[in-house]
């Protein structure tokens, strides 16, 4: 981490999270492709500085009145004439910030894995839109309040959990991912598996797996229809008697790794807390 | 099921007779107002330049291509009205060659030949595998009854279609060009097994191309150009050489064996052989 | 030699079956899965095996045996080894069916996907044979032709699901194109059993003038096989056996081709020989697919349709390569 800040102290550069260098220089026109980076941009004050933004960014209210882009299209994103497109690797295609970059657009893809990463791209955000202090601070805040949380969370019993984000076939979060790491800080040990990628399919008969107690899941009315479907079916039996509980977190923001993610593991802290 | 098999149908009608009979592929004639007969014991050998449509004869002869004008009756009765299965257990029809997409054995395809007789469900009995074994026999082919068809020469393939024929143990046999792949003595043997199948009882009709082959196998010529029938009757009658210039452009010679047979030598082409292009 | 292949066919289909219900699971371990098996099994563990794994293995046996039914009677009707269960864009119609439902539909109608699968394959069965009528009625290479722009059509339609579904729907629609058993209920089963038992009595009832078919369609109809009436019918029998497997269980690959290849090596190609058999054999390697596609990345699990394409890429190749 010192050498990261060498590096860019000595070069003028700066490095996203996916290892990309970012040029140095002013950000006028800002175009970010996914709600967790509008929000980024809002949270480092550079809201009124954003040309245009993903269909899906719903937060704060006045992303909702801002030119919109279609992420997967290189034109329409080239059309706002930005000078610097915000990504994700939560959902953005990579291809896509391949031909950004090679058209000679510069390009910041944040990939927050967990509080100390979203603490990161405060920072190195805040340093490229000019608002450094501002990052600092929030990303202070980021690590205060998640170690908070993670303190309230160390009086609970550690158990067995999956983060489940669609139903049907049932998707988990794995390791290498924010969720994953909500887990951990709320004292819950992620029976996802490792090495089937970030978000991977499960055998159903997980669900029946002795060591599971709780599954978080984004409260969503997709995803609710999902689940009582799949709590109708013998692999969704202890669910449905409530021997694994269902902790249903406000899926916004839970299910993006934006920068109300402490506000996400709050929620899963005390929806942990009020059923002890 | 119901065939009138009675003697006085056979004896009146022939086996197999076509009656002006047309036929062709998508509309378009190929074998226009042909008229045969086949009667028990007898062969008539179909002879005629490339694309006279000797085969088209022949497919509706056995009731796969059905005729477009006039009729072919089996047994005195018209094909339409025989059930598929009936014609196939009297008529035997073998193709010039046959594409073997799977592995198969010798015996597997000879089995075949029984199918007409055994319907959708009735197993093999004794009968149909004494059926198979004698054609096996007849063809030669005992001995490499349990080898794949893949395997063999592209003469033996075609005594085991010849074989599949004659084990469904048929009235009348179409053949086209059996002897083609054939070498001389196997062409000997498959002229005494037409014979021995005549003196039995059995009609054929056999599409050759070598006029020498159809003057010594059949009772009968049958000469076919531009799909109409050019000429009719004993094979000395018909089989001449100014009939050999005129429908395949071939100045020919006769010979005489020792027997006393005539033998046409084809010398040289006088004028390309007739056909629809003419 | 067959009567060793009869025997260890039925100890292959047993062995599938038996990892099906007893490998390491979260649900049950085997021992555990043991004991439910002989009757005396914890509560969890008798939901995992008689709940979980029974429906699923069920399943992939049905679904395994149906495509390899429909991959040998194909065969022997087009007269081409080449031809499976997808060459006649039956599945590919089903497939694209079932995901623009799920793409579509809201998720509590999810129950309703099999049968757009059913519809879809069904609309793309009448396709092919509309397609494929020519004045002398279908022909082999008219209805292959007619299979390849219909599938042309399905991989369109379904592309532009993916790209057009939202994204957490994705999930969903992958699964329907990879293939996938995990779904499986009772009720799933007990829909499919028409779908497989009543082709198989039709392909039953035709084998033998199918085996004449698969020699040539002119020496089929010279051996007295009404040809038109057999084509459409074997043709059907395929159509529903594709459509019932794809509707429950999504775009399972290779079983239809490599198993009847195999069991035709052993067998010989006589339909009623043959067919019977590739059906147990389809079944056992679908369900021997199954329990890879759980096991290797456990608990996370792997399409079916992929494990299924890995293990029958290579078997092909070797099998081609052997061929005369």
């Known amino acids: 981490m010192l050498l990261l800040w060498a590096a860019v102290a000595f070069s003028g550069h700066l490095v996203d999270q996916v290892g990309h260098p970012v040029q140095a220089g002013p950000v006028t026109r800002l175009v970010a492709l996914a709600p967790d980076v509008v929000e980024l941009a809002f949270a480092l004050g550079a809201g009124e500085r954003l040309v245009g933004v993903a269909g899906t960014a719903d937060f704060p209210v006045a992303a909702r009145l801002l030119p919109r882009v279609t992420v997967g299209d290189v034109e329409s994103i080239m059309a706002r004439r930005p000078d610097l497109v915000l990504a994700t690797t939560a959902g953005n295609d990579p291809r896509v910030i391949e031909r950004l970059r090679a058209s000679g657009v510069r390009t910041f893809t944040a990939d927050v894995t967990s509080c100390e990463r979203l603490a990161e791209v405060l920072r190195l955000l805040g340093e490229v839109l000019g608002a450094r202090r501002r990052g600092d601070e929030l990303a202070d805040d980021v690590l205060g309040r998640c170690a908070a949380a993670a303190r309230r969370a160390a009086d609970l019993p550690g158990q067995g959990a999956l983060w489940v984000v669609w139903w049907e076939p049932p998707i988990v979060a794995a390791p290498n991912t924010f969720h994953h790491d909500l887990l951990h800080r709320a004292a819950l040990t992620n029976l996802a598996p490792e090495g089937a990628g970030r978000y991977p399919r499960v055998n159903p008969e997980v669900f029946l797996d002795p060591g599971l107690r709780f599954v978080v899941s984004p409260d969503e009315p997709d995803v609710r229809a999902g689940w009582e479907r799949f709590a109708t079916s013998a692999a969704g039996t202890r669910l449905a008697a409530g021997d694994v509980q269902v902790l249903w977190l406000p899926a916004d923001p839970a299910s993006r790794p934006g920068p109300r993610m402490p506000e996400a593991l709050e929620a899963l802290v005390a929806a942990r807390e009020a059923r002890r | ?278 | 030699m067959k009567r060793t292949a009869d025997v260890l066919l039925g100890v292959v289909l047993l062995a599938a079956a038996a990892a099906g219900l007893l490998a390491p699971g979260p649900g049950a371990a085997p021992g555990e899965a043991l004991d439910v098996l002989l009757g005396s099994g914890t509560e969890g563990a008798t939901v995992a095996v008689l709940g979980v794994r029974l429906p699923r293995l069920a399943l992939a046996l049905a679904v395994g045996a149906a495509l390899a039914l429909a991959g040998a009677s194909l065969q022997a009707l087009l007269a081409t080894p080449l031809a499976d269960p997808f060459l006649l864009g039956i599945s590919g119609g089903g497939a694209a069916a079932a995901t623009a439902a799920v793409a579509l539909l809201p998720v509590a109608a999810f129950g309703a996907v099999p049968a757009a699968g059913m519809a879809g394959a069904a609309l793309a069965t009448l396709a092919v044979w509309w397609m494929a009528r020519g004045p002398l009625g279908p022909s082999t290479t008219r209805l292959l032709l007619a299979g390849i722009a219909v599938n042309a059509a399905a991989s369109v339609a379904i592309l532009a699901v993916l790209a057009l579904a939202d994204a957490p729907r994705l999930a969903s629609a992958l699964a329907i194109t990879m293939g996938s058993f995990s779904a499986a209920t009772p009720a799933a089963v007990l829909w499919l059993l028409p779908y497989l038992l009543l082709p198989a009595a039709l392909l039953l009832h035709d084998g033998r003038d199918l085996g004449l078919l698969a020699l040539g369609e002119e020496s089929a109809a010279a051996l007295g096989v009404d040809v038109t009436a057999v084509r459409r019918r074997v043709f059907l029998a395929s159509a529903a056996l594709c459509g019932g497997a794809v509707a429950f269980a999504g775009v399972i690959g290779f079983v239809g081709l490599v198993t009847p290849h195999l069991c035709r090596l052993i067998w010989g190609m006589a339909p009623r020989r043959l067919f019977w058999r590739a059906a147990l054999a389809g079944a056992a390697l679908t369900a021997f697919g199954d329990v890879l596609a759980r096991q290797l990345v456990a608990p996370a699990e792997l399409p079916v349709g992929v494990v299924t394409a890995a293990l029958g890429v290579p078997f092909f190749v070797a099998l081609l390569r052997r061929a005369p």
Request: aromatic residues 4%; hydrophobic residues 45%.
């Open chain 2, 1 to 278: 099921m119901s065939a009138p098999t009675g003697p006085r149908a056979e004896q009146g009608r022939g086996l197999l007779r076509a009656s002006g009979a047309s036929g062709g592929y998508g509309g378009r004639p190929v074998v226009e107002c042909a008229d045969l007969e086949v009667g028990p014991g007898t062969c008539i050998a179909l002879i005629g330049p490339n694309g006279a449509g000797k085969s088209t004869l022949l497919r509706m002869l056995a009731g796969v291509l059905p005729t477009s004008a006039g009729s072919v009756e089996l047994l005195g009765k018209s094909l339409r009205q025989w059930r598929r299965r009936d014609v196939a257990r009297h008529v035997a029809f073998v193709a010039q060659q046959v594409h073997f997409a799977f592995p198969v054995t010798v015996r597997e395809v000879v089995e075949q030949g029984r199918a007409p007789h055994l319907g959708a469900w009735r197993p093999a009995g004794p009968a149909d595998r004494r059926a198979v074994e004698a054609a096996l026999e007849r063809v030669g082919l005992d001995g490499a009854a349990s080898r794949p068809v893949q395997c063999l020469s592209s003469g033996e393939r075609q005594r085991v279609l010849l074989a599949r024929a004659l084990a469904s143990e048929p009235r009348v046999l179409l053949l086209d060009e059996p002897a083609a792949s054939l070498d001389v003595a196997h062409q000997l043997e498959l002229v005494e097994l037409l014979r021995r199948l005549h003196t039995e009882g059995a009609g054929s009709v056999v599409v050759v191309h070598d006029w020498n082959l159809a003057a010594r196998l059949a009772d009968r010529v049958v000469v076919l150009a531009c799909g109409r029938v050019r000429a009719a009757g004993n094979p000395g009658d018909v089989l001449t050489p100014p009939l050999f210039l005129d429908v395949f452009g071939v100045r020919t010679e006769t010979l005489l064996a020792g027997d006393g047979r005539p033998v046409f030598v084809p010398r040289i082409a006088a004028h390309p052989p007739m056909s629809d292009g003419r």
